[in-house]
C-alpha cells in the first residue's frame, strides 16, 4: 500500500528565505496529521549545516515519521562544463543529504530550457549528468527520481523536460535501477497537456509521486494551451487547491497506478492555505488509497 507524506508548500519562504519558521515547528505541526513521513527540501536554511543532518532525522523518527524523499533542482543543461560540473557535486552533496536523514528517493531534473539549446544537446548534457550520479546514489542504495517539473524558483526558464515528449526521451534513455519517475499530475497542466496521458506513457518507470491539485481561476483548459502552455512564468490562469477539488481525476490516475503495480510514496504538495486545507488533502488521499490498495 503506498504511504503519505507531506511537503511543507504553505511554509517554504518561512523555512527557506527569512528563517521565520523553524524546522523543528514543522515536523510538530506535520506529526499531527496522518501520514506517514515528510519529504524533504535540501533549501531548508537549517540545511547548510550537515551536524544538523542527523539531528533532524532524530526529530522527525521520534515523531513516529520517516524522511523518505528529497526535493532539489539541479541544471544539467547549462552550456559550460564547468557550470555542469559543480552541479554533479551539489547533487552528490544532496544524495549524503538523503542518506544521512534515512531517506531512499533523492530528485533530478533536467535543468533550464534556455533558448539557444537544442532538443538534442539538452538530452545529451541531462542524461550524461544524471548518469554520472547514478553510481554514487547506488553506493548509497538511493534511487534518483526525475520529476516531470516545471520551473524552480530561482530559475531564468522552464525545465528543459516540461513537455511530455521530451520528458518521455530523457527517461528512455536512462536504464539505471537505481532511477525512476517521479510523477507529478498537476505540472501536465503547465505544460499545457493532459495529465492522464503523460502518465500511462511512463507508469512502469513512476516509482514515487507528487499530489497536488490546481483549479481554473478563468477561462478553459484550452485557453491555458493557448496561451500559458510553456512560457516563462507561473501560469495566471491556473491556482493550487485543496486536492480532490480540482482539475486532477484521482480515480483514473490512481486505477493506472494500481495497474502498474505501484507500491511507494506519495507526497502531498498542497496546503498552501494553512494546515486544515492540508489535512482535508491527506484525508482524501487517504480514502483514495484505502479504495485503490484495499
Not at 548534457?125 to 554520472?132: N, Q, T
Not at 548509497?140 to 531564468?156: C, Q, V
Not at 517521479?182 to 499530489?211: C, F, I, K, Q, W
Amino acid at each position: 500500500m503506498p504511504q503519505l507524506a507531506a511537503f511543507p508548500k504553505a511554509f517554504m519562504q518561512a523555512l527557506c528565505k527569512d528563517g521565520s519558521m523553524k524546522l523543528a515547528e514543522w515536523i510538530a505541526l506535520a506529526s499531527t496529521l496522518d501520514i506517514d513521513g515528510l519529504e524533504w527540501y535540501a533549501g531548508f536554511l537549517e540545511m547548510a549545516d550537515e551536524r544538523n543532518w542527523v539531528d533532524f532525522r532524530r526529530q522527525v523518527e521520534d515523531r513516529g515519521l520517516t524522511i523518505p524523499m528529497m526535493c532539489c533542482s539541479p541544471d544539467f543543461t547549462h552550456p559550460v562544463a564547468e557550470f555542469r560540473k559543480k552541479e554533479v557535486e551539489k547533487q552528490k552533496r544532496w544524495i549524503d543529504m538523503t542518506h544521512a536523514l534515512g531517506g531512499s528517493f533523492c530528485r533530478v531534473l533536467s535543468g533550464q530550457r534556455r533558448p539557444e539549446l537544442s532538443i538534442p544537446q539538452g538530452l545529451d548534457l541531462a542524461a550524461e549528468c544524471i548518469g554520472e550520479c547514478l553510481p554514487y546514489a547506488a553506493d548509497y542504495g538511493i534511487t534518483l527520481i526525475l520529476e516531470n517539473h516545471y520551473k524552480d524558483d530561482f530559475w531564468e526558464y522552464p525545465e528543459f523536460a516540461q513537455k511530455s515528449d521530451v520528458f518521455c526521451q530523457l527517461v528512455d534513455r536512462i536504464k539505471h535501477p537505481n532511477f525512476g519517475v517521479n510523477y507529478d499530475p498537476s505540472n501536465t497542466y503547465l505544460a499545457g497537456e493532459d495529465p492522464l496521458e503523460l502518465l500511462r506513457r511512463v507508469s512502469d518507470r513512476v516509482v514515487t509521486m507528487h499530489a497536488s491539485d490546481r483549479y481554473l481561476l478563468e477561462g478553459t483548459l484550452e485557453d491555458l494551451r493557448r496561451e500559458e502552455g510553456g512560457a516563462t512564468g507561473y501560469a495566471r490562469r491556473l491556482s493550487h487547491g485543496e486536492i480532490g477539488k480540482g482539475l486532477n481525476d484521482y480515480d483514473a490516475i490512481f486505477t493506472e497506478l494500481k495497474r502498474a503495480e505501484f507500491d511507494s510514496w506519495i507526497s502531498i504538495e498542497d496546503g498552501v492555505e494553512g494546515m486544515d486545507q492540508l489535512e482535508r488533502s491527506v484525508a482524501f488521499l487517504r480514502g483514495k488509497i484505502a479504495k485503490y490498495w484495499p
